[in-house]
């Protein structure tokens, strides 16, 4: 083969690189490295060349380039991504565009509670600016120090905020986005209210770049709580936590801003292997929760209503036991060993993940049948279940049995995924909470979702992208 027939000719590869400039174009293998390795490496890519840009023009550019040549084009963020969504394939056709050098954030409103952010914004640098500017950005992952904005928007991400703030799509009020054909949607307005005409920016967030590229988008911001007072909570039950739910939302209402479930054995995965996590109870329970009230009055209000919530809580039976954080330290040590957990499950071997959700009543059933079916199909697996109650979101995970080969458990995967999925579904629930669809999901989505939603997808895709060069082989 011959240069000019390689999967991406270095005449080709020359005009994308003078777009960015030389610096800003990597080709050395080991300058790439980075951008085509994913968190789990299940999705290892190949390409000749990841482009950098530096600016809304010169992203514009790079499309309208890639659509004239026919050239496909893999958006990515900060790659933290679990669902291959942001990796290219194996052919080295597809090129990198990196939105990291896009990361100023332009402007904070504070009397209209906003931020304008670049796509290319580290999401704590956001959160960070917001506190700043004595105001909340809420959305929390645990890959917050390395995720980017563009990426959380491409992706619809959740995380811990979205029982009282929404998820990534309920943040933004409005986006900048480069076509497929170079063309620039301005669409970076602060309103609330919009009724003018389809609602365009929802398109793209969560169309996990295959219908354009999102460079800046418009943020909400809130006011930053008065008193926040995090506990944690000892029970026997998710039938019982599930109670204390109910019971805690009725009393705080919005006040309420996390509820998050999680299994003994994700505590003790945790505190094993991360170094920093302790238990913050003495005595060892099933399952526990993660409780956190924010008040907008006073730290008092907020001290008053998470204590009226566990001593109800213990006067019902619905706790075994509690402990309210006696500290901004010792509460921020809390939500680290929740986000810590699924970290931790990658020194037992494989897992078999599922990002899951189905309605919150559904909850404790969903655990009871999923337990199981997944036991039957593998007797010693050791089930590692956490996530955000409040918002009925489950990572529903899987450890290979002690002892066990990695090799045959991980033949299993699709297996297991198939039962738990069928699960879900019999839950009217969704087999992706928040982690996208990416190429891990896409042969499911088509196989299960309704055919004319995935014929629908299609031709939305096919109208923003008739060169199909825009992140191929991703969702549908």
């Not at 911001?221 to 029970?235: C, D, S």
């Not at 238990?279 to 009230?293: F, G, K, N, Q, S």
């Not at 007797?379 to 066990?404: C, E, I, K, W």
Request: net charge negative; glycine share 10%; aromatic share 6%.
């Amino acid at each position: 083969m011959s240069d000019d027939d390689a999967p991406l000719p270095p005449h080709l590869i020359a005009r994308f690189a003078a777009i960015v400039g030389e610096r800003h174009a990597l080709r050395a293998a080991q300058d790439m490295s980075p951008y085509l390795t994913e968190p789990r490496g299940l999705f290892p890519g190949r390409s000749r060349l990841v482009l950098r840009p530096g600016s809304v023009d010169e992203v514009s550019q790079v499309l309208a380039l890639a659509s004239e040549t026919g050239t496909p084009i893999v958006p990515q963020g900060g790659n933290t991504g679990l669902v291959g969504g942001q990796m290219p394939d194996q052919s080295g056709r597809q090129v990198v565009l990196s939105l990291s050098r896009l990361n100023r954030i332009r402007e904070i409103d504070v009397a209209s509670n906003t931020m304008i952010a670049e796509a290319g914004v580290v999401l704590e640098a956001a959160q960070q600016a917001a506190d700043a500017a004595d105001r909340l950005f809420p959305l929390s992952l645990a890959s917050q120090g390395s995720c980017q904005i563009g990426g959380n928007l491409s992706s619809n991400a959740g995380g811990t905020g979205v029982l009282a703030y929404g998820n990534a799509r309920e943040l933004c009020l409005g986006v900048e986005v480069v076509l497929p054909t170079g063309e620039v949607f301005d669409d970076l307005r602060k309103l609330r209210k919009d009724n003018t005409g389809y609602d365009l920016k929802n398109l793209f967030v969560g169309a996990e770049g295959t219908l354009g590229v999102i460079t800046a988008a418009v943020l909400k911001l809130f006011p930053r709580p008065k008193g926040r007072e995090v506990a944690w909570v000892g029970l026997s039950s998710p039938r019982q936590a599930l109670a204390l739910f109910s019971d805690a939302l009725e009393r705080a209402g919005t006040g309420l801003t996390g509820f998050e479930l999680c299994a003994r054995l994700a505590v003790d995965f945790a505190v094993r292997h991360v170094p920093g996590t302790v238990r913050p109870l003495r005595d060892a329970h099933d399952w526990y929760v993660l409780v956190e009230i924010s008040s907008g009055r006073s730290p008092d209000d907020a001290r008053a209503l998470i204590e009226d919530i566990l001593s109800a809580g213990l006067d019902k039976g619905l706790a075994v036991d509690a402990v309210i954080a006696e500290s901004l330290a010792q509460a921020d040590a809390f939500w680290r060993l929740r986000e810590a957990m699924s970290e931790a499950q990658r020194a037992e071997g494989v897992s078999i993940k599922h990002d899951i959700s189905v309605p919150v009543a559904a909850i404790p059933d969903f655990i009871e049948e999923a337990g199981r079916a997944v036991h039957a199909l593998e007797p010693g697996a050791r089930l590692v279940t956490f996530g955000h109650m409040g918002d009925g979101n489950l990572h529903y995970n899987v450890s290979q049995p002690q002892g066990a080969s990695s090799t045959a458990f991980k033949a299993r995967y699709r297996e297991v995924n198939d039962h738990v999925h069928e699960i879900v579904r019999a839950f009217n629930g969704s087999i992706s909470a928040e982690h996208g669809i990416g190429q891990m999901k896409r042969d499911e989505l088509v196989a299960s979702a309704p055919p004319v939603a995935t014929d629908l997808m299609r031709r939305v895709r096919d109208a923003f992208d008739p060169a199909g060069i825009m992140n191929p082989g991703k969702m549908v």
